[in-house]
C-alpha cells in the first residue's frame, strides 16, 4: 500500500559528501516520523536520524554535525545529507516511515529496499 524508494546512495572518498532521498508513494492518507537506518555486513541495523511531521529531529552520536535530516511534507520525501563521510559510515541505509493509508487506519512502519553507501579511506 506504500512504497518507499530510496536513492543517492555510492562510492565516495573520506571526507567526502553524498545526499540520499527517499520518497513515500501508494495510498498514504498521512505520514508521521520518518527516519533513516543503516546496517553494515555482520552489524544489526541501527538508527541514524528521525524527523518527526514537525521537524523534531533526532541522530545516532556518531552521527552527530556531520550528518542532516530533513522532510519535505508536500512531497513525502525524506532527506539525508551526509557531510565528512567516514570509512565506518559504509552500510546499507534504509529509509522508514509511519505512515496511515486511511483516517480510521493505525499507523504502520514501511521500508525501503536500501541503498549502498560506500565510503574509501
Known amino acids: 500500500q506504500v512504497q518507499l524508494v530510496e536513492s543517492g546512495g555510492g562510492l565516495v572518498q573520506a571526507g567526502g559528501s553524498l545526499r540520499l532521498s527517499c520518497a513515500a508513494s501508494?495510498?498514504?492518507?498521512?505520514?508521521?516520523?520518518m527516519g533513516w537506518y543503516r546496517q553494515a555486513p555482520g552489524s544489526q541495523r541501527e538508527l541514524v536520524a528521525t524527523?518527526?511531521?514537525?521537524?523534531?529531529?533526532m541522530y545516532a552520536d556518531s552521527v552527530k554535525g556531520r550528518f542532516t535530516i530533513s522532510r519535505d511534507n508536500a512531497k513525502n520525501t525524506v532527506y539525508l545529507q551526509m557531510n565528512s563521510l567516514k570509512p565506518e559510515d559504509t552500510a546499507v541505509y534504509y529509509c522508514?516511515?509511519?505512515?496511515?493509508?486511511?483516517?480510521?487506519?493505525?499507523?504502520?512502519?514501511?521500508w525501503g529496499q536500501g541503498t549502498q553507501v560506500t565510503v574509501s579511506s
Open positions: 522508514n516511515a509511519g505512515a496511515v493509508v486511511s483516517r480510521f487506519s493505525p499507523s504502520r512502519a514501511y
Open positions: 501508494g495510498s498514504i492518507f498521512s505520514i508521521n516520523a
Open positions: 524527523i518527526a511531521r514537525v521537524g523534531t529531529t
